[in-house]
């Protein structure tokens, strides 16, 4: 038991250690053990894929860490690699494991099935996933409490590792602006995992700072919050955007003409015309 939790007993001059402090009983050791936060970015390794739109959960991992972890040493386990980092937010810091599944995509959900059951996670409440949308457009970021696959592969990988889609997400946009999706002559796994074009990719920089926020954000004061100060900061600038007066369309200026008479038209004229 002691080593399975990682305790070893050690003696302090002639003195062993109360082993109220080596045996915790079960209810002590739940507030420990869930203590901390599972954050995953889904993507493929290697560096074919670095820059495609399929990776876009994998930028925001490397982002976090370069914030919170900087120096660490990377972690190969649970068929990933993993980063231990203290997440600082508005309200304090939490302890996070950020996770890049090393499985390829459509087997993420081993990665994150093997992690969820290690660390004795509740999916609902202690996991985030990462996860590129092309519904969205590049620069777009939502958060969402659970859901469907949406046709993605790593979702659809973790939902069958979990049994379940009910865990949080943030989706990152990655279609085609202004209203998301893919070019009609393209396939949707080629769209995907091609990369972004130069001017797509700096539209997509904001929302990697966005998404990592609200990460920090989930950690530290929960996904209510995350999900209020986020989805409604976009909702409102949609709501902004929406409610511009639009220009005034300027008169048409028409060529003086000669006469303003204009000539009379015939009933039966006017019946010809509408036939």
């Known amino acids: 038991m002691t080593r399975a939790l990682g305790i ?21 050791l739940m507030p420990f053990v869930s203590a901390m936060k599972l954050i995953v970015g889904l993507g493929n390794p290697g560096s074919e894929y670095t820059r495609t739109r399929h990776n876009a959960g994998f930028m ?16 190969a386990r649970f068929k990933a690699v993993t980063i231990d980092a203290e997440l600082k937010g508005p309200q304090g810091t939490e302890r996070c494991v950020l996770m890049k599944p090393t499985t390829y995509m459509n087997l993420s959900g081993q990665a994150v099935g093997e992690a969820i059951r290690f660390f004795k996670l509740q999916p609902s409440t202690d996991l985030l996933v990462l996860v590129d949308d092309f519904y969205l457009p590049v620069g777009a970021v939502r958060i969402r409490d659970a859901g469907g696959t949406g046709g993605h592969n790593g979702l659809s990988s973790i939902d069958s590792n979990l049994g379940s889609g009910v865990y949080p997400r943030v989706r990152i946009g990655v279609g085609e602006k202004p209203n998301g999706g893919k070019p009609a002559n393209w396939d949707q796994a080629d769209y995907v995992l091609s990369a972004f074009r130069e001017d797509e990719w700096a ?7 966005t998404a990592a926020k609200a990460v920090e954000v989930f950690a530290t004061s929960g996904l209510t919050k995350a999900m209020n100060q986020f989805n409604g900061a976009a909702a409102a ?33 006017a019946n010809q015309k509408v036939e």
């Open 203 to 209: 539209d997509l920089q904001p929302a990697l700072e």
């Open 60 to 75: 925001v991992i490397d982002r976090l860490a370069e914030t919170h972890a900087k120096g660490a040493i990377p972690k």
């Open 237 to 269: 600038h949609q709501a902004r955007q929406a409610s511009r007066p639009k220009p005034e369309a300027r008169p048409e200026i028409k060529p003086e003409t000669k006469s303003e008479t204009k000539p009379e038209t015939s009933v039966s004229q």
């Open 8 to 28: 070893r007993r050690r003696a302090i001059g002639e003195t062993r250690v109360p082993d109220v402090f080596l045996m915790p009983d079960a209810r002590s």
